[in-house]
């Protein structure tokens, strides 16, 4: 199995796990059951954000923190993809 390390100290705070990466084709997952499992992508400048969204962290923008921590990151996201799955 290969794991992909990530570039400096990856941000985790219980509900939003976010790290930059080197290496192409890896495969990400989030267990959830009724939260909704979240991908922030930043193809250009190599940042993944995985976010478990319940109810709690989309009532506090849980999603506008991942984007704010990528932007933290790297000022220049211009084109960052998201990735809702099922809840």
Not at 24 to 49: E, G, R, V, Y
Not at 54 to 65: A, D, E, Q, R, Y
Not at 73 to 82: E, L, M, P, R, T
Request: glycine share 6%.
């Amino acid at each position: 199995e290969r794991y992909t390390k990530p570039i400096g100290k990856p941000y985790f705070d219980g509900h939003l796990y976010l790290w930059r990466y080197k290496e192409k084709d890896i495969c990400l997952a989030i267990l959830t059951a009724d939260c909704a499992p979240i991908f922030l992508f930043d193809s250009n400048n190599h940042i993944i954000c995985a976010i478990h969204a319940g109810w709690k962290g989309c009532l506090n923008n849980i999603v506008s923190v991942g984007i704010k921590k990528i932007f933290e990151i790297s000022k220049n996201s211009n084109d960052i993809i998201a990735i809702i799955g099922p809840c």
